[in-house]
């Protein structure tokens, strides 16, 4: 998989760095699922409950900016493709209906996204459980806080077992052209520093800003 960048936005016309690319990227899987497309404010649906969460709270879900996404045909791919995930481990045995993501545009080529459910070996996203699910009509990079939702078809998921929620685009074809980003939770982890001024905290922690849902027995 390839090494994820850090970027800052603020509008969604913002010029995005590329660096040099070096690795291949995963097969991508043939689109399966029906398109579930749709953008709302952080809810949780009836019936639904949730399996991880790393979001903020209401109003303050994520923070604007994040990391790249970007498809192969893209001005910024020419041939490579930068794509994302979000490791989740389940605390129960569950089924996955539902995943809601601070995925946004970056205002060049369509505007869409796939997500999909992803197995894990060694670390990293290894078999592909469920999707490619193709949300459209993202909210634009430095926004918030809307979110990217994806509806799946039931997806066992085992207690104590990681998996990921990944977000990529087509090869070729409709999408394929994406810019974008996945926006971030920042967790401060319990260091101080300081100066002559005095202490301070630090952030330390950034991990791509989610929440899976779905049924737990």
């Known amino acids: 998989m390839k090494r994820t960048r850090l970027?800052?936005?603020?509008?969604?016309s913002c010029t995005l760095t590329v660096l040099a690319q070096t690795e291949e990227r995963p097969l991508a899987a043939p689109a399966t699922e029906e398109a579930a497309i749709q953008l709302t404010p952080h809810e949780t649906p009836a019936g639904l409950k949730i399996i991880y969460s790393n979001l903020g709270k209401k109003g303050d879900l994520y923070t604007e900016g994040g990391y790249e996404l970007y498809g192969p045909e893209s001005v910024l791919g020419q041939g490579y493709s930068i794509f994302e995930a979000m490791q989740f481990t389940p605390k129960s045995d569950s089924h996955v209906e539902q995943v809601q993501v601070a995925v946004q545009y970056g205002g060049s080529g369509a505007n869409q996204i796939n997500l999909n459910i992803y197995g894990s070996s060694d670390g990293v996203p290894a078999t592909l459980l469920a999707g490619p699910v193709t949300?459209?009509?993202?909210?634009d990079l430095g926004t918030c806080c809307d979110l990217a939702v994806a509806n799946f078809s039931p997806v066992a998921v085992t207690a104590g077992t990681q998996y990921w929620v990944v977000a990529d685009t087509?090869?070729?074809g409709l999408g394929s052209d994406f810019i974008g980003g996945w926006s971030v939770i920042t967790k401060k982890i319990p260091f101080a520093g300081g100066n002559s001024s005095g202490w301070h905290s630090g952030d330390a922690q950034t991990l791509?800003?989610?929440?899976?849902?779905g049924t737990i027995p």
Do not use: H
């Open 135 to 139: 949300v459209t009509n993202l909210s």
């Open 7 to 12: 970027f800052v936005c603020l509008i969604a």
């Open 208 to 213: 791509p800003a989610g929440e899976v849902l």
């Open 170 to 172: 087509p090869l070729t």
